[in-house]
């Protein structure tokens, strides 16, 4: 498996409020997490970070059996990020309210599980084919599933990045999880700094072109800071193969 992560700051942010990690645990399984912070100051940084180390700290130290149910294990896994992020919210006055996305795949020998809370988005590719198989948890995309505006409206609704659901929220959390047969050539984890300002088939010609996993990654953070820089971008790419 070959595997490329990088977090850009981009062009008129004051500091980065995205985290990631790829992590490899003792049954040789991969984890690897994009979040994206919300909150004033330093809160979205500290609420992105925290979601990456409370959940990557439990998977090094877990050794999974056959029988583990891992939709169980990552939905407690995410809870207890929230749980922690609200509880640091509430210890320090100026991290109070902060939150954060999170999305995430889990990769066994056979299949991989995506979860993801917000609007941070994975990608599986394969055949030539690019497919997002997360949904946003934004109000927009709540708009479009009831039907009260148009996919030709979306583009510029001022709706788009208002989340509904997100970490350090004090109510009920929605968890998506989805597993996959590992039938895909690539994987995209990235946040709303990549595909918020470069287009779904601009993205799907890099991952398609030949080149490294680095060099596509690198080229994905190209194009988001060369459409304007608005905001922090992270990518992860994942390819099957030997280890890199």
């Known amino acids: 498996m ?77 809870e207890n990020v929230n749980r922690q992020i609200l509880k640091e919210g509430a210890k320090n006055e100026e991290h109070r309210g902060m939150g954060a996305t999170l999305v995430g795949a889990l990769i066994t020998n056979e299949r991989t599980y995506v979860f993801n809370v917000g609007d941070s988005r994975c990608y599986l590719i394969g055949d030539k084919h690019m497919n997002c ?24 609704n001022p709706n788009r990045h208002v989340l509904i659901n997100a970490l350090g929220i004090d109510q009920p959390l929605r968890v998506d999880i989805e597993a996959f047969n590992n039938l895909y050539d690539m994987l995209l984890l990235c946040s709303d700094g990549l595909y918020g300002y470069v287009a779904e088939e601009e993205i799907r010609k890099v991952l398609l072109r030949k080149g490294s996993v680095e060099h596509k990654t690198e080229k994905l953070v190209q194009l988001a800071n060369s459409a304007g820089g608005f905001d922090n971008v992270t990518v992860i790419v994942i390819e099957g193969g030997d280890s890199e």
């Open 2 to 78: 070959r595997y490329y992560q990088k977090s850009d700051i981009g062009k008129l942010r004051a500091n980065n409020q995205d985290s990631c990690g790829i992590y490899i645990n003792n049954n040789g399984y991969l984890l690897a997490m994009v979040s994206d912070g919300i909150g004033g100051l330093k809160a979205g940084e500290i609420a992105s970070s925290l979601a990456i180390e409370y959940m990557s700290k439990p998977f090094l130290k877990k050794t999974f059996r056959q029988s583990d149910n891992l939709y169980h294990w990552l939905r407690e896994a995410v």
């Open 133 to 156: 198989v997360t949904h946003d948890h934004t109000l927009l995309q709540r708009m479009l599933e009831s039907g009260l505006i148009a996919p030709e409206e979306a583009e510029n």
